[in-house]
């Protein structure tokens, strides 16, 4: 099992968000759907210790989160937000910030590559660039830090229909090329059909019926 969450209890802002949550991940890929506010972000940032529970436990691997290096942990699962959020500077020094920071070197035209960007665009600067184009500074930044899973938080619902059906196909290509396995949020039934094999529906911070139909 990739993840498992028992028991799982978060709040934000002085809400709950998730409660009594308990549920599996497979590796693979796995969409996270149901309405806004019902705790699909804050579980992806649950995954790699970007957000606690306040009771309750999550593994990874088997293992409890807490038993982690956090940094250790957010190179082997690799965040990617729902807007860019893109550093001053080049592609390029994007790209090779988070593996700077792990004391490690970056491949740029790989993680360039990986994420359907040419070199070329390795000397542009970042914050210039189309939302789509973004949108994949931030995959290659992430997809640098050689991570063995991505946590993707509704990836696509900035871009336009092309850039959209682009990344979708990027995704599909990293799962097939490189084994990655990915856990996504959309509320685009469309979508989780494309690209994912099962799907988890939360409502009102709990696991539901898949109001998607079973897709899987």
Known sequence: MLFECERVRCSRGGDVVLENLSLGVQAGATCVAGPSGSGKSTLLRLFNRLAEP?????????RDLPEYDVL????DV??????????????????????????????VPEALRLAGLGEGFADRV????????????MLARALALRPRVLLLD??????????????????????????????????ERAQAERLADRILWLEHGRLSEDAFGALR
């Not at 937000?81 to 920071?101: F, K, M």
């Not at 990836?155 to 092309?162: N, V």
């Open 154 to 187: 509704e990836p696509t619902s900035a871009l336009d229909e092309r850039s959209k059906g682009a990344v979708e196909a990027t995704l599909l290509e990293l799962r097939e090329g490189l084994g990655l396995s990915y856990v996504f949020v959309t509320h």
């Open 54 to 62: 306040e009771a309750g436990a999550i593994r990874y691997r088997g």
């Open 72 to 75: 250790a942990l957010r190179r």
């Open 78 to 107: 690799a965040f990617v937000p729902q807007l860019p959020a893109l550093l001053e500077g080049t592609v390029a020094e994007n790209v090779q910030y988070g593996p700077r920071l792990a004391g490690t070197q970056a491949d």
């Open 126 to 137: 970042a914050r210039r660039l189309s939302v789509g184009e973004q949108q994949r500074v």
